[in-house]
């Protein structure tokens, strides 16, 4: 036995010399909650994955606190006609190994990501991408098959990669070291970025699984700094450590509904009966109990403060005994019972979620509909969603920064079967919709553009796909020693490159 | 013997087919996953191909087909990853080091403190520390890990920073908490079962021989008894380290433990069926090749079973 010991010892001190390990005091410990399948831009898809990617990798825009592209690496943009823009980068950016960024570069990068032997799953975005040729060293001229507004946030996602070295990268921080094994990424800053090098020495960021032994880590001071990654009660543990930790709250992007399934002559595929849904659940008492006020509420699926936003949405009143009405003018009485209808609402194994859902059901219960909450793994939700066999089911959205997203999801053209993918999983039909959706993806006037967004907006909330029920806060935790981390509201990670460790 | 081997053979072959199965079974189309729903056509169909989903003929494979590929390329190490695209192999044995050395641990930890607490119970038979030791023990059992680790986290790493928080960088001092958590329960499966055993056993006629002989009950009990007591024991180890490596799972995600739990948790969560199913094959085969060895050493302790 003794011999066991001492071998297990000897391994385990093994173990110890192999891992590198930043100097504890020098790094940012940032903690995140899985694992990131790439850090190339190319193939990062998680939205883990893309927010180190960005550190590693700049793109020519990045979305601003306004929800609109700004430049980074790009200088100046010239609308050349709807068809053609030009876009003229910056003189003074550079790769981790020291060549500077030019057209080439940036020429290469769209290149290869359109190649499908690559497979990338960034491809699709681009695919309105006709040509993209340098002009002079610095300025590129981007080519597209269609009038297609969208481009230039699917521009802000994307890396710009070296042509000559596949191995360096173009962001405010570079890569020292990836342990696959205890998923721990190092970066250290750039020297020449053009912003100025970022202060940090290093950031250590490490996959906790395990959203409590997170919290501990950020009680016991192990992690500094955590982003987004924290349900509503999980924060109310934080604010106990005031002395320790702050938090930052901005208003968040993650669009939570409940989707109605239309199809066939169910209940749900009659308005009224929506309109009843919706009216019977209490959404701000829901905000109250149950987020502690860390969400705001949705009258859509753009966020607030969005650009595209629609000033005049009215949000449903809480209403039971009205939603009781419509249902009786609807052709669903009270049966004997007591119930009018069965509904099934379906969602994702997350405990927050599951909550939320029962409570959910149990509100529509309170108007006589015998609502059902069904838990699902969100790969079989998922082929069930795609087969369009669910009632209802509550979700979360991706942020909605470009309206354009819309389009998957509403137009009738994304209905999804076997063989299609699209992103109107409840199949809604409707022309008017169709038409907006497509005028306002072509339309490369802003103005007009936002116009035909609010108008998509008020039409949606009449005819009622979903039930907007909430944004969810961004929410940041970091310890004291942590000064100038500009919260993002898209969860981004950029702001790291300003921050530094108070001594 | 020869037939145990063919028994361990015919395991492990039962175990791949189950496992190559497991991928069709399982919701959800992992070329979906990686390229997004937006994917055109022809990417998906690449993407396919590479994964191994369909043939070069871009017809889907059928189940011998799909079995044959995954036992050669298992076999060859070129089994790789739908996330990372390392060889999954080479994953698995990166990190099984990590687990075994926790399991161990674990083991070590359930086979001297339960049994010398059932040691000590039995002695002083209904005395106030076996009623304390019972209820002590009820507790271990019971206690589930999910609830046992963070509780430990709190007290040992956060009010009483003695152990270090999570992850394996602090050595030894980093593995003891996640030991205990895994080694509660087998523990005090142990010290009751050596308590029975013992109560049992001093009720046989060689023990009123030995003290007929004139013996001390210290000897007695330690030479005689206990020996005879440990049989169960070992018995039960075999069937205990299947528990271990399935309780690794949930303390590896508590302790951020870089082992073969948290590479199925995440491989579960992201679709990766190669890592799903090696690391699937390689909890069966330990369990395999630990059965095979609790045989072997209860030949060893007691000579009868050899006939």
């Known amino acids: 036995m003794l011999r066991a010991l001492t071998l297990l010892l000897l391994l385990s001190l093994g173990c110890h010399n192999s891992i590198p390990k930043a100097n504890s005091r020098d790094a940012l410990h940032v903690v995140v909650s899985s694992s990131p399948e790439s850090l190339d831009p190319r193939f990062a898809s998680s939205a883990v994955a ?233 959404i701000d008492g829901v905000l109250k109990a149950k987020f502690h006020g860390m969400a ?208 | 013997m020869m037939s145990k081997l063919i028994s361990v053979i015919l395991v492990i072959l039962g175990a791949t087919l189950i496992v190559t199965a497991m991928l069709r079974l399982v919701p959800g189309d992992p070329v979906d996953h990686i390229l997004g729903e937006q994917a055109p056509f022809d990417a998906r169909e690449k993407m396919a191909k590479k994964l191994g989903l369909v043939g070069d003929d871009g017809k889907e494979l059928n189940y011998a087909q799909q079995y044959v590929r995954f036992v050669r390329e298992i076999s060859t190490n070129e089994l790789r990853s739908y996330r990372t695209d390392e060889p999954v192999l080479t994953m698995i044995a990166q990190r099984l080091p990590y687990t075994g050395m926790m399991a161990l641990l674990a083991m070590f930890f359930a086979l001297t403190i339960g049994p010398a607490l059932g040691v000590l119970a039995a002695w002083r038979r209904a005395s106030i520390f076996d009623s304390l030791f019972m209820f002590g023990v009820m507790l271990g059992v019971s206690v589930p890990r999910f609830f046992l680790g963070p509780l430990l986290l709190l007290v040992f790493s956060i009010y009483y920073p003695i152990f270090p928080i999570s992850g394996a960088t602090d050595g030894i001092m980093s593995m003891i908490l996640p030991a205990i958590t895994l080694g509660m329960a087998m523990a005090a499966v142990q010290a009751r079962l050596v308590r029975s055993s013992i109560i049992e056993v001093m009720g046989e006629d060689y023990i009123r021989s030995a003290r007929a002989k004139g013996l001390s009950e210290t000897r007695v009990y330690f030479k005689h008894a206990l020996r005879n007591a440990l049989l169960p024991v070992v018995t039960v180890v075999g069937l205990e380290l299947g528990g271990l490596l399935a309780g690794s799972i949930v303390v590896e995600k508590i302790f951020n433990w870089p082992g073969i739990g948290l590479l199925l948790l995440e491989s579960i969560q992201r679709l990766d069926m190669p890592v799903v199913q090696g690391v699937v094959m390689t909890i069966a085969f330990t369990y395999v090749v630990i059965n095979l060895i609790t045989d072997l050493a209860y030949e060893w302790i007691d000579p009868r079973l050899k006939k």
């Open chain 1, 296 to 503: 705001t509420r949705a009258s859509g699926m753009i966020p607030p403060y969005h650009w595209a936003k629609s000033k005049n949405l009215e949000l449903f009143k809480y209403d039971p005994r009205g939603a009781e009405r419509l249902l009786d003018a609807a052709g669903y009485p009270r049966k004997k019972n007591g119930t009018r209808f069965t509904i099934t609402l379906t969602t994702t194994p997350d405990r927050f979620r599951q909550s939320l859902s029962l409570v959910y059901a149990a509100q529509w219960r309170a108007i006589g509909v015998d609502a059902q909450v069904r838990i699902q793994d969100w790969g079989s939700l998922y082929q069930d969603m795609k087969q369009g066999n669910f009632e209802a089911f509550s979700a979360v959205w991706i942020p909605v920064i470009e309206p354009n997203l819309l389009t998957w999801i509403f137009h009738s053209d994304k209905i999804p079967d076997l063989n299609k993918g699209g992103g109107n999983r409840g199949a809604y039909i409707d022309k008017i919709i169709d038409e907006m959706l497509m005028h306002a993806r072509g339309e490369i006037d802003f103005d007009k553009r936002r116009i035909l967004y609010e108008r998509i907006e008020n039409r949606l909330l009449e005819t009622l796909p979903y039930i907007p029920l909430w944004f969810m806060d961004e929410i940041v935790v970091m310890n004291r020693r942590v000064i100038d981390f500009i919260p993002s509201r898209t969860g981004s990670l950029f702001g790291l490159r300003h921050t530094r460790l108070q001594p």
């Open chain 1, 50 to 282: 893309a927010n180190i990617s960005e550190l590693l990798y700049a793109s020519l825009f990045r979305i601003g606190d306004d929800l609109l592209p700004e430049p980074l690496l790009a200088e100046e943009i010239t609308q050349i006609n709807p068809l053609t823009f030009s876009i003229h980068l910056r003189s003074d950016i550079y790769f981790h190994d020291g060549s500077p960024i030019t057209a080439n570069d940036v020429v290469h990068t769209f290149t290869t990501l359109g190649n499908t032997d690559v497979l990338s799953p960034h491809a699709e975005k681009f695919a309105y991408l006709k040509e993209v040729i340098a002009t002079s060293e610095h300025d590129v001229k981007f080519t597209l098959r269609e009038p297609y507004a969208p481009i230039f946030v699917d521009l802000c996602g994307m890396g710009i990669m070296s042509a000559k070295n596949p191995t360096t990268g173009s962001g405010p921080f570079v890569l020292e070291s990836f342990n696959r094994v205890t998923d721990t990424i190092l970066l250290k800053p750039h020297l020449l970025w053009f912003e100025g090098a970022p202060p940090l020495k290093h950031i250590e960021i490490r996959v906790v699984k395990d959203g409590t032994t997170r919290i501990l880590e950020l009680i016991k001071g192990k992690a500094d700094f955590t982003s987004g990654e924290l349900s509503p009660i999980q924060v109310r543990i934080i604010e106990k450590y005031p002395e320790k930790l702050t938090i930052r709250r901005s208003p968040g992007l993650g669009y939570g509904y409940i989707a109605f399934n239309l199809r066939d002559n169910r209940p749900t595929a009659d308005l009224h009966v929506r309109q009843a849904l919706a009216m019977a659940l209490d």
